[in-house]
């Protein structure tokens, strides 16, 4: 009886956390899809998701390896984040919403969902203000 019990203790959440993880993908690749970037299907893999999200900010691929320096990877992300946001006509100030304890990540979640499903949000790399060294 406690084996059963411990069982669906441990399914269910890990249940919910793959579906969470398919629903990001999704939006990810969405996203990707309205930037027109071609491998857009990299969202649904776990590391190399971050390929076309800078290839949508104008970033070279080899970018990602700042993802190995501990702190400086935290930085990358939210600049990588916030240029992402404003590529879709969104205001960079949102993700501070991220920072909210326990609901922050889901807002952000509702965010992108939004700017995935909506028609009002769209690609333009005009919005690139930096200099980049890739373009296509």
Same mark, same amino acid.
């Given at each position: @009886? $406690?084996?059963?019990?411990? %069982? %669906? +203790? =441990? ?13 990001? =993908?999704?939006?990810? #690749?969405?996203?990707? /899809?309205?930037? +027109?970037?071609?491998?857009?299907? #990299?969202?649904?893999?776990?590391? !190399?998701? !971050?390929?076309?999200?800078? &290839?949508? *900010? ?5 970018? *990602?390896? &700042?993802? #190995? ?5 935290? *930085?990358?992300? !939210? ?6 946001? /404003?590529? $879709?006509? @969104? ?5 501070? !919403? #991220? $920072? *909210? ?6 807002? $952000? ?5 939004? @700017?995935?499903? =909506?028609?009002?949000? %769209?690609?333009?790399? +005009? /919005?690139?203000? &930096?200099? =980049?060294? %890739?373009? /296509?």
């Amino acid at each position: @009886m $406690f084996i059963e019990h411990a %069982y %669906y +203790q =441990s399914a269910v959440p890990s249940t919910v956390y793959v579906l969470l993880y398919l629903y990001t =993908s999704t939006v990810s #690749f969405i996203l990707f /899809r309205k930037a +027109q970037v071609e491998l857009a299907w #990299f969202a649904y893999i776990p590391f !190399l998701s !971050l390929i076309p999200l800078l &290839w949508t *900010i104008g970033k070279s691929g080899w970018n *990602i390896l &700042w993802t #190995f320096i501990p702190i400086v990877n935290i *930085i990358f992300y !939210l600049l990588w984040t916030s240029r992402f946001l /404003r590529v $879709f006509g @969104m205001n960079p100030w949102v993700l501070l !919403l #991220f $920072f *909210i304890p326990t609901i922050g990540p889901l807002i $952000f979640l509702v965010i992108l969902s939004v @700017m995935a499903f =909506s028609p009002a949000y %769209y690609y333009s790399s +005009q /919005r690139i203000t &930096w200099t =980049s060294s %890739y373009r /296509r």
